[in-house]
């Protein structure tokens, strides 16, 4: 028998799971590690974290199997978008990382808007928002001079992990695509962003595919993990396009929602010079030569938490979530607005903030947590508008992650 390993390195932990060859997940494991926010607004890891307990959660993995190291052919990633990962020429890190969900930067993407004005879209084909890359890179440009003196090369979270384990440095598109570095019809760095911003081409690192072998595993990093060093490891993927793959968006009309932390609405696109006006992302698929467009919603299943962080702490989210189906679509007039940390599609806005409208005293605890899984799901549906404006064709919608297993949160789906 033969296996092979994802490791998916999300934004509170590190999972990884063993698949057998009919697609089958025959165990998973996962390791949490903790956020810093130092500042209001700031939002960082330590690189670290991540390979630590990547490595643990490999070894655990192969413990718990009892699968001979020899039966697996390989490993590849998904992982966390756009976090800015920094290294000098002994790649060594010299910051923690900046997250995805960092707000630090809106006067960098001011800057980049008017350095660059329609070229941005042009060849990026995203506008500048706090969340993606070059704007982190300029804030650290701006802000810590002297260490970015130091910075020879920048990777995104999960190719710093790859980096680690195989001794490599690559980046493949689909992450790419959310540096805005990228020309991203182009599949190469852009000369013209990066002189814009007198950036040394050296610093981005080489591209590659996402099923591209990237190498085998160091030594002592197999010794640490419980596999063999001759493990073949390849690139992977940013999450949401390697999510679209697992669930099967592979052609025109095909679309995916997937909740988690944040909520994402991406549907497969193969018209490289269609013009969405930067409403929503364009980015680069795992699949070769194809491309998906995305409407993001920042504060989606992390909306659902601090609800019940901040009004239900002592209940189960299952206890949480019992009684909505009983309350009629609309939660008798009880509107949120899933903003409270800023948003991206279709109010690209840092400062935008959440809400609860129509409050009345007949409103419960159920009317409330309903009204949060409908705010969020609305605001999905303002994505699936701009798909549809565009021409995209939405047949079906496919369910993915933590809000899949609720059904009267799929129900509520029906409406868009």
């Known amino acids: 028998m033969s296996y092979v390993i994802g490791v998916d390195l999300g934004t509170s932990a590190v999972k990884t799971v063993l698949v057998d060859r009919s697609g089958k997940v025959v165990a998973e494991h996962s390791e949490s590690y903790p956020l810093s926010q130092p500042k209001p607004g700031f939002s960082e890891q330590r690189p670290e974290d991540w390979v630590e307990k990547t490595l643990l959660s490999l070894k655990r993995l ?3 199997t009892a699968i001979e190291p020899a039966e697996i052919e390989g490993l590849s990633f998904s992982g966390q978008m756009h976090g800015l990962v920094l290294l000098n020429e002994e790649g060594k890190v010299l910051r923690p990382a900046i997250l995805w969900n960092d707000t630090r930067t809106t006067e960098q993407c001011r800057r980049i808007e008017k350095t660059l004005g329609g070229d941005l879209l042009r060849i ?17 440009q701006e802000h810590e001079p002297e260490l970015f003196q130091q910075a020879a090369v920048f990777v995104l979270p999960k190719d710093y992990v790859r980096y680690r384990l195989t001794g490599k440095l690559d980046m493949d598109y689909s992450d790419a695509a959310g540096t805005l570095l990228l020309d991203v019809t182009g599949k190469a760095w852009s ?3 990066l002189d814009a911003f007198e950036l040394p081409h050296s610093i981005c690192p080489s591209l590659v595919e996402s099923f591209d072998l990237c190498g085998t595993l160091l030594p002592e990093i197999a010794e640490q993990s419980g596999l063999l060093s001759e493990t073949k490891v390849f690139a992977g993927g940013a999450d949401n ?3 679209a793959i697992g669930a099967g968006i592979l052609a025109a009309g095909q679309t995916m929602c997937s909740v988690g932390t944040s909520g994402v609405v991406l549907a497969y696109e193969e018209r490289k010079d269609v013009d969405f006006e930067g409403k929503v992302h364009f980015f ?3 699949e070769k030569d194809a491309y ?11 909306s659902l938490e601090w609800f019940k962080r901040t009004f239900a702490p002592d ?8 009684g ?7 939660s008798g007039g009880l509107l949120f607005t899933p903003y409270i940390v800023g948003e991206r599609t279709p109010h690209p806005d840092a400062n935008i903030r959440g809400s609860f409208i129509g409050i009345d005293a007949s409103h419960k605890l159920p009317h409330f947590a309903r009204s949060v899984l409908e705010g969020i799901t609305f605001s999905l549906r303002e994505s699936i508008d701009i798909l549809r404006a565009s021409g995209s064709t939405i047949d079906s919608v496919i369910s993915i992650g933590g809000g899949a297993k609720n059904a009267d949160w799929l129900d509520a789906g029906r409406y868009i």
């Open 292 to 302: 998906y467009i995305m409407g993001v919603t920042l504060a989606a299943g992390y």
């Open 284 to 286: 680069n698929h795992g």
């Open 324 to 330: 909505i189906g009983d309350i009629p679509a609309g």
């Open 315 to 322: 209940v189960s989210f299952g206890e949480l979530l019992g």
């Open 241 to 243: 396009a390697c999510g």
């Open 62 to 64: 192969m413990e718990d």
């Open 191 to 193: 000369p013209d962003i």
């Open 124 to 140: 990026a084909r995203n506008r500048a928002l706090e969340g993606f890359t070059l704007p982190k890179i300029l804030w650290v």
